[in-house]
């Protein structure tokens, strides 16, 4: 039993092994090939991807690791005016719909009576 055990792991740590290496081999293909390069087909766009994840997990790394020496980390968002312009529209349409709502309340309890 110890030996099906033991051949488990090893045969997870190898799979992840694996995993790991055709990650960073898409990484580095990925840098090489810049964004232009996402563009090439099917494993330049994985390989893109894979690129800009690692970018984005570093920045995370560094964040993770100012905020465990105590320092004040702000995540910085980038605004899209298209999704901020949607997102001002929708809070236009609440207000309506809770005035709307108000209205018929107040015919409701004007039949009511």
Do not use: C, Y
């Amino acid at each position: 039993m110890t030996d099906d055990v033991m051949r488990f792991f090893a045969a997870w740590m190898l799979t992840h092994e694996a995993a790991d290496d055709g990650m960073k081999a898409a990484i580095r293909r990925g840098d090489e090939g810049g964004a232009e390069g996402m563009g090439g087909g099917p494993d330049a766009f994985v390989d893109g991807l894979a690129a800009m994840v690692a970018e984005e997990k570093e920045k995370l790394k560094a964040d993770l690791q100012a905020r465990a020496r105590g320092e004040e980390v702000a995540i910085e968002r980038p605004t899209d005016p298209a999704l901020e312009e949607v997102r001002f529209e929708v809070a236009e349409l609440r207000g309506r719909l809770d005035n709307i709502e108000s209205l018929l309340e107040t015919a409701l309890r004007k039949l009511g009576d």
